[in-house]
Antibody, heavy 118, light 107 residues
Framework: EVQLVESGGGLVQPGGSLRLSCAASGFNVSRNYMSWVRQAPGKGLEWVSVLYSGGSIYYADSVKGRFTISRHNSKNTLYLQMNSLRPEDTAVYYC????????????WGQGTLVTVSS | DIQMTQSPSTLSASVGDRVTITCRASQSISTWLAWYQHKPGKAPKLLIYKASTLESGVPSRFSGSGSGTEFTLTISSLHPDDFATYYCQQFDGYSYSFGQGTKLEIK
């Protein structure tokens, strides 16, 4: 079955760190553009970061310098390392696939909740 | 960065109505525009990509049009399952961005 499963969310204090994982099955993470998208409580969808199949990486300005996207090809898993977390980073984080870089996110995980609070 | 603006923010309609949501880009994006349906507690669902291509399995009552900076999503006859929040999304070849969303409510 083709699917994405996120894990790693939880409660963290401001200034803390957390690493999210997104395990893929049924396709290769390394051959697709893989993104993280988040939704803060009561807010809309916000794109966070993308890792291209060729290795290029881009971030939203709101997370640049604090978040790092990466992948482990043999584990077929995407990661998001989140440092210097702020209360405004509180959100459900989704990983999503852009199939061969066609500009649309055709496969999404179920999301994992990150809460930044003291 | 390319900004996406949707209108209206909220839309009240009845089952069977025809509705249209508009999305405007701050600069031309050709047809690199997708539409999603999002319901609480669920993953967003891709409806349309390349501005007007219907994703496999999506009902034909959904359609998209536009190019450049102005785009529309039309639902020809609302079903009860269509009440949700809709987002447009652009891809500029480097990064993505979403509109702020349109909440479609039952009148």
């Amino acid at each position: 079955e083709v699917q994405l499963v996120e894990s790693g969310g939880g409660l963290v204090q401001p200034g803390g760190s957390l690493r999210l994982s997104c395990a893929a099955s049924g396709f290769n993470v390394s051959r697709n553009y893989m993104s993280w998208v988040r939704q803060a409580p009561g807010k809309g969808l916000e794109w966070v970061s993308v890792l291209y199949s060729g290795g290029s990486i881009y971030y939203a300005d709101s997370v640049k310098g604090r978040f790092t996207i990466s992948r482990h090809n043999s584990k077929n898993t995407l990661y998001l390392q989140m440092n210097s977390l702020r209360p405004e980073d509180t959100a459900v984080y989704y990983c999503a696939r852009d199939y061969y870089g066609a500009g649309r996110l055709d496969l999404w995980g179920q999301g994992t909740l990150v809460t930044v609070s003291s | 960065d390319i900004q996406m603006t949707q209108s209206p923010s909220t839309l009240s309609a009845s089952v069977g109505d025809r509705v249209t949501i508009t999305c405007r880009a701050s600069q031309s994006i050709s047809t690199w525009l997708a539409w999603y349906q999002h319901k609480p507690g669920k993953a967003p669902k891709l409806l349309i990509y390349k501005a007007s291509t219907l994703e496999s399995g999506v009902p034909s009552r959904f359609s998209g049009s536009g190019s450049g900076t102005e785009f529309t999503l039309t639902i020809s006859s609302l079903h009860p399952d269509d009440f949700a929040t809709y987002y447009c999304q652009q891809f500029d070849g480097y990064s993505y961005s979403f509109g702020q969303g349109t909440k479609l409510e039952i009148k």
